[in-house]
């Protein structure tokens, strides 16, 4: 009979979870590299670092800080997939993302290494171990992050990336996605701290109006919990839209399931998670009103690129009481938009002639070489300035590396000529 072989006891850290193997010499000079970086944004000479012994760097990172852990909130059920999308693309922002560029710091140095150090420094027992020099070098670093506010600007884009991935996963005809963030804890089975955001859900809330004498049904514009808040539906003051109305008057913000259909429909070169994102964005936070043709005022459905907002469509709208329903999405080339309507006028086409050639649908602008077309390129390039929905959202669209369509070009270049003789 074989002899049992000795168990290794397991060695418990002081916070009571297992302790793991000790980091390798290259992640320990990481880590000191990215240490002097910081101390260079915190205004402190890089070589300040190396004034702390061997022991005292290892007693800086005994307890390391990991980036921030995804999880469903207890008695909430969010798909895993979600999760998963969640995380990486969250980790993905920390790691390529730069907080300040000419000094070589990311923000994942940031919530690592950045707050390893506010922490150590914080604490009295390790600062009162510290002979001069090296007790005035922590405490200027320790002045530098409360004077430099960093803390709070880290929480802050967290807060910012996190919303904009629930803008992504979040429907308002199914579920909306809020967050709560619990500060640092210990992990589980690892000796670190490492701070935990849950995702939590909210049904969506739905309400039935009448327009044209019928009856429809719309769903309310919303966000998630964010800090412990409740669940928040849009609103939009009324002399945004109106200016001569009391400011004090807001009005609550649905949509119909007939907008959700054109959006998917029209917007059709981005992916899912980008139409939820600027459906919400457009009517929660930029809130552009703008009048079209003969007098109808539309929501400008927009995309943020590079400190600018870009129009991809607009979204007509009716107000029965405290509420404002919106009821469709028009394709930027639409007889009852600014642009659409100059090109109709210009070229005297015809709702059926934009169908017909497919300009209701955004793929338009990256399907047809417009280039070719001269009649075409001269009102929407050169007089309207369309081409920024190729050139600066080209990356949003899920078939940007492919060329333009050959057949589909020829085919309205075919119409423009015999619509010219």
Known sequence: MAKNKKRKKVQTSHHGEISVAKPSKADLEACH??????????????????????????????????????????????????????QEQFLLFLKREYFEKEIGIRWIELFTVGQNLMLIF??????????????????????????????????????????????????????????????????????????????????????????????HKAFRIAVGQELGTPCLGATIEMNKIYPNVSPNRTLNIYVQSHALH????????????????????????????????????????????????LAIGYLPFTIDGNNLFILTLLPLLSRNTPEGHVLCNRLRLSTADLKYLGMDKLSFFFEVDIEQIPVLKEILFDELHLDYIRNKLGSMYHAKNNPFNEKKTLFVKNFFQKLEK
């Open 122 to 215: 914080s604490s009295n027992i390790f600062l009162n171990s510290l002979p001069e020099p090296q007790r005035r070098v922590a405490d200027n670093m320790y002045k530098a992050f409360r004077d430099k506010e960093l803390f709070p600007k880290m929480q802050d884009r967290m807060l910012a990336v996190i919303k904009t991935l629930l803008m992504m996963i979040s429907q308002p005809n199914f579920r909306i996605y809020g967050h709560y963030i619990e500060e640092l804890r210990p992990m589980e089975y690892r000796h670190a701290l490492q701070p935990v955001v849950y995702i939590t859900t909210n049904a969506c809330e739905s309400i039935r109006f009448r327009y044209h004498n019928k009856e």
């Open 262 to 309: 054109r959006f998917k429909e029209r917007i059709d070169t981005f992916f899912p998670s980008l139409r939820n994102q600027l459906l919400v964005f457009s009517l929660f936070s930029s809130q552009r009103v703008v009048n079209g043709p003969g007098g109808i005022q539309l929501f400008v459905c927009i995309s943020p690129s590079r400190n600018e907002d």
């Open 33 to 86: 590299a990215a240490a002097r970086r910081i101390f260079r944004l915190m205004g402190e000479d890089e070589t300040s670092f190396d004034l702390f012994s061997k022991h005292q760097k290892q007693a800086m990172f005994r307890i390391p800080v990991a980036p921030p852990r995804v999880r469903a909130m207890p008695g909430h059920k969010v798909p895993k997939r979600y999760i998963r999308f969640i």
